[in-house]
């Protein structure tokens, strides 16, 4: 009795993964449903139809079956990227809400990215995230500064719609459109997605209504319980965190929800309140093991403009071990003279080093040195500003799974 209900309870979460669909620019290949939570969707090697896309005035589309998601948008400049460390970030995540095809502005001049030039080859890498998992499709593109986008082709949000010239400003919240993709008919389209999710959901409906018919209260809570032991959970070491660590507190913002990985961001408001407040720097990137581990965190040679000595700024580490994303935030006041205390050590796994030591910077990130650098941190139960040297500095986390880990 109790088999069968965890049976339908496994595929009642399985049909309740929605999705999206890329639409333009046109992806690798038509969507597969199953791959979709892979790199590109599962396709590992550029197309050689690439999609002309224009440097300035451009943007991407796609189709949600999200109620409420999030999505951000990396570059590739290699010939054919092959892995998540082949692209770097060029639009910060932001949140939206709704089902149905949505457009956002992609200009890509006005990004981060550095060196682009007409006729070259890229790829762009969208990662949308409904709650259940992030999703990844590619487009690959040569990139045109004389190219336009057809007026036949209109660039829809929701229940509005634009097409031609329109334009917005960059989605920092996920707002307006601009531009129009030069066609949608290769992948899947939004008709066909419609149908799919009908689909969906009326299997949905029926597998719900034989689940609440034969589940157990017993089985829910032993499913609750064993999901709870299964969390892991991380700690920010250094730069100290806002405050101390609260667990249950941690899938909320500084410490709300948004990969397996790990990634900073910055913000220069003197008292930044929500994740719009903040830009990625150190783009995410992957690891393993538990215990302490510590990355470099040199400011002046990530994409963060304008920093100098004395000034007030937060950064935010986000850490996914597979089951959520949890934030922490730390804050600073900026040194351009500041070192890291002799008895601050860096520690990474079973090695360590202590503040003079160098280290490569993790996959993923800028090519940055962990020497003699950073900050001195007060006591654990100030609530005033870290000091963080400039020109050079480390993170340090520990990670470890739920009444395993010591907190250092």
């Not at 590992?44 to 998601?69: D, K, M, Q, Y």
Request: proline share 6%; hydrophobic share 40%; net charge negative.
């Amino acid at each position: 009795m109790l088999a069968f209900p965890a049976l339908v309870f496994a595929s009642l979460l399985a049909l309740v993964n929605a999705h999206f669909q890329l639409q333009f620019p046109l992806p690798r290949g038509p969507f597969v449903m199953d791959s979709e939570p892979n790199f590109c969707d599962g396709y590992t090697n550029a197309v050689s139809n690439r999609t002309i896309f224009p440097l300035t005035g451009g943007f991407f589309s796609l189709n949600s079956e999200h109620t409420s998601w999030t999505a951000g948008v990396a570059i590739s400049t290699i010939q054919d990227p092959t892995s998540f460390n082949d692209f770097a970030q060029i639009v910060p995540f932001f949140k939206d809400s709704g089902e149905g095809l949505f457009c956002f502005p992609l200009d890509l001049l006005s990004t981060n990215a550095t060196g682009l030039t007409s006729g070259e080859n890229v790829t762009i890498q969208i990662t949308f995230d409904g709650g259940d998992g992030e999703l990844f499709q590619c487009a690959d593109l040569t990139l045109s500064s004389t190219a336009t986008i057809p007026s036949n082709v209109s660039c829809t949000n929701g229940t509005s719609s634009a097409s031609g010239s329109a334009t917005s400003t960059a989605p920092a919240g996920a707002s307006a459109t601009s531009g129009s993709p030069a066609n949608t008919t290769s992948g899947s389209s939004a008709g066909a997605a419609t149908t799919s999710d009908l689909c969906v959901r009326l299997t949905y409906e029926l597998l719900l209504l034989l689940f609440i018919y034969n589940m157990l209260a017993f089985t829910v809570l032993v499913f609750a319980s064993f999901l709870a032991l299964v969390n892991a959970h991380f700690q920010l070491q250094f730069p100290l965190p806002r405050g101390p660590f609260v667990m249950d507190s941690e899938p909320t913002f500084c410490g709300a929800p948004r990969c397996v990985c790990t990634g900073v961001a910055i913000s220069t408001i003197q008292n930044p309140t929500s994740f719009n407040d903040f830009a990625q720097i150190v783009p995410f990137f992957k690891d393993s093991g538990e215990g302490l581990f510590c990355f470099p965190l040199d400011l002046l040679s990530t994409n963060a403009t304008g920093l100098t000595s004395g000034e007030n700024v937060t950064i935010q580490i986000t850490f996914d071990g597979g089951d959520g994303e949890l934030f922490q935030c730390a804050d600073l006041t900026l040194s351009s003279t500041a070192t890291i205390p002799a008895n601050v050590s860096c520690t990474n796994g079973t090695a360590s080093a202590s503040s003079t030591a160098t280290s490569t910077a993790p996959a993923g990130t800028a090519s940055v040195s962990k020497t003699s650098g950073s900050g001195s941190p007060a006591s654990t139960s100030s609530s005033t500003a870290s000091g963080l040297h400039v020109d050079g500095g480390f993170v340090a986390l520990i990670f470890g799974l739920l009444g395993v880990a010591a907190v250092l």
